[in-house]
């Protein structure tokens, strides 16, 4: 198979040298690029970390969200399975400043606007014989908010975590297929995560 993987927190710049981000650090994504290679397949990986590239992909970097979806829409079509591990922001800046934002003592306001959803884009997009998985960082009712994505962006799989993860060595996710039950990992180490979710990939 060919695996189009996703990984690390996007930037979404407001000046040339500040950023909005998030505590992603691409080590999940990164665990299933080998994870996939090992196991024999062809992996493109979209990275927006600043991690060295894993040996045997196909690398591609970036920095935001649009410049994750523009790479997404490029290599999508020739994959036979997208695993959008990276935590895309969900908003970045109205407008970007071309010079650095001067420090003063008023109160500085930063207009948002909502970035593309890339999961849901290629729910909508993808063939039958493609497969999408997503995951899904929930601080409540986790199970619950997790199915409901994997039904509202018309996908095949779903891992939920919480953000008890987040740079964490060990994690218990949860996965569950369209159509089949949740499966719990309790505390395990991302290349074991990594591992099972592949294997559950080539089920599909």
Known sequence: MHLLITAGGTR???DPVRFIT????GRMGYALARAAVKAGHKVTLINASDLQPPVG???VGVDSAAEMFKAVK???PRCDCLIMAAAV???TPLKQAKSKIKKTNKPLTIKLKPTTDILKWA?????KNQVVVGFALEDKAVRTRAEKKLKEK??????ANTPAAIGADK???QIKVTGGKWLKIPQAGKTTIAQKIISLVEGL
Do not use: P, Q, W
Request: aromatic share 14%; no cysteine; proline share 0%.
């Open 12 to 14: 979404e710049y407001i």
């Open 89 to 91: 922001a969900d908003y």
């Open 123 to 127: 729910g909508r997009h993808k063939k």
């Open 57 to 59: 992909v196909d690398f």
């Open 74 to 76: 490029k290599h999508f």
């Open 171 to 173: 994690s218990t996710v």
């Open 22 to 25: 998030n505590a992603s650090s």
């Open 154 to 159: 018309n996908l095949d799989m779903i891992i």
